[in-house]
């Protein structure tokens, strides 16, 4: 199995994402790090403890960056509702998070593998950048980072910028130019492999885990009558399937100002860094396997 840590801000594709991490046998999750992003970072812990109770897993959480590195804190309620997960009623027995930061908490979960490990954020960026500025050490021990966000087309907050690399565009710039492996899974596919109506409709027909998913989905502010996209699971999809994805290997910089700010640019014909890259950027996906492995993956969870 691929050892994981999540870093996340449950937001209800983060949920669904987070349930896959859990419980898929191919995936050994050793931590979840929690982010102000789709709500504030009390939240995102609360429920990212919501989802560890409701698998009755032992997988630890810490909590986050309360703010992006420079630029004020913008939520997304309007697309994730008030508590980040409405929807479904969880237990409200929970556990405590680990009594020390997402950064330390990623330190010594990285530095303690016995393998090299697999970084998996789907929230900003922020925890990644204080990580490796404070302790730069741990890029090394980190086998590669699958990150959810950006775009080489339209963004979904301004016309240019998608909203994890718009809520800290400062992380995210630290975070492409770490050096670490990385994998753009950006909208540029998340947009294109909607959950569709008919996957929508039987979940609910599959046990608990898609009656709780179909619960949240039911209340998420994105997507259409077309299909709702499950930005952050496109993440977990490429680790166990990327033969379903086109792929290409660019330069990323990240606009940290002006009307831009955010956005992901890529150097897509290599004219600006002597073909050097620093990421491999996901522009395609099989939008139908997407959708028949989910359903698969919540219906083997049960
Ligand atoms: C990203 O923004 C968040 O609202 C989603 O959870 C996802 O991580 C999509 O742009
Ligand atoms: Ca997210």
Redesign the pocket.
Known sequence: PTKLIMD????I??AA?ITIAINYPDFDLDLITTVA??VTVDKTTLNALKLTRFFNSKVPVAGGAPQPLIKPFEDAVRVHGVSGMPGYDFPTDLAKPLPMTAVEALRDHIMQAAEPITLVP??AYTNIALLFKTYPEVKTHIKEIIA?GGTLGRGNMTSAAE??VFTDPHAAEIMYQSGVPITMVGLDVTLKALLTPETMQKLPTLGRTGTMLHALFNHYGDGDQTGLPM??VNTLFYLLHPEAFTTQKMWIDVQTEGPANGETVGDTRGAYHNGQTNATVCVDIDARAFNSWFLDTVAAIG
């Open positions: 996340t801000d449950p937001g594709d983060d994402a992003g789709n789907t929230g959810m909203f994890n930005h952050d």
